[in-house]
């Protein structure tokens, strides 16, 4: 899974992302600690830590489901802070999650086709009139997911009940279903939990493809590190809330910050004698 390199990120550009700041609280467990970090216009920014970092109360807080106490998020140069997570999906953000999120009893062109819905502007008058001007929007969504299905290779099981495709695979389709509303910004929370070597290779060649060919940024959530090093421009580490290390992927999980983070002192002080 080598990184072709980022040919895309645009250094002159406002960040696609740029949080400053940010403290975030749950009764007495401070989860954020002043974390700040900008993510550059066409690249492919890791946030890892161990369990219980602050991973996904980062996430939470760009999304607008975890409204920061402290500090300010602001994407493409606008300031997003403390709107509701609606308003900033409309803004081109999509999320995939670390569970699998997908609707069984559908197959995966209507998994897919759920991706358009922030696109969707129902209403009585078109509904009325549906032959005329419903059944054109629909038909436009429709285009769109089928070229998204090209894109990520899903011709053959395109019909198929969810369900009844493996979890490598769903895990693709959910990309796919991110990919559909068309997205600038592009949230991947452990995109490749419990996927095998093959399946991580798969899908991380869609992941490349995503930033390359479509010009999507990317906010990229893993515990797999060969996934970070391979795909990830730069990366922000956290323990307990706080940043412990930031920069290019190689060079910042191999700080000793990092490595004892993640094995101890102990561990961490072997690793550094066997340097």
């Known amino acids: 899974m080598a990184n072709p390199g980022n040919v895309m990120a645009d250094n002159d550009a406002p960040p696609a992302l740029e949080c400053t700041g940010i403290e975030r609280s749950f009764g007495g467990l401070k989860a954020l600690k002043g974390v700040g970090f900008g993510l550059r216009q ?51 953000v999509a999320r995939t999650f670390q569970n699998l999120a997908l609707f069984r009893g559908m197959s995966v062109l209507d998994n897919i086709l759920v991706g358009r819905h922030v696109h969707m502007r129902p209403s009585a008058l078109a509904s009325l009139f549906y032959w005329v001007w419903a059944a054109r929007e629909e038909t436009a969504h429709r285009r769109v997911v089928e070229e998204i299905i090209d894109f990520m290779q899903l011709q053959d ?28 910004f592009l949230i991947l929370d ?20 995503a930033r390359d060919e479509r010009g999507v940024s990317i906010l990229l959530i ?37 490595v004892e983070a993640y094995l101890g002192r102990r561990a961490a002080q072997r690793v550094g004698a066997l340097a």
Do not use: W
């Open 157 to 184: 099981i395109r019909d198929e009940p969810i369900e009844a495709i493996p979890p490598g695979l769903q895990k693709s389709v959910e990309l796919a279903r991110a990919l559909a509303s068309q997205p600038r």
């Open 42 to 92: 066409g690249e492919i920014f890791g946030l890892v830590g161990p369990n219980g970092s602050g991973k996904t109360t980062m996430v939470n807080v760009i999304t607008g489901f975890y409204p920061p106490q402290a500090g300010r998020v602001r994407l493409f140069g606008e300031d997003i802070t403390g709107l509701a997570p609606s308003r900033i999906a409309r803004r081109a």
């Open 222 to 258: 893993e515990h797999h590190m060969d996934v970070v090093t391979s795909l990830c421009d730069r990366v922000l580490v956290l323990s307990y809330g706080e940043t412990i290390a930031q920069g290019p992927a190689r060079e910042a999980i191999a700080s000793p910050a990092v």
């Open 190 to 209: 452990e995109p490749m939990a419990g996927m095998n070597q093959e399946e991580k290779e798969y899908l991380a060649r869609f992941i490349l493809d």
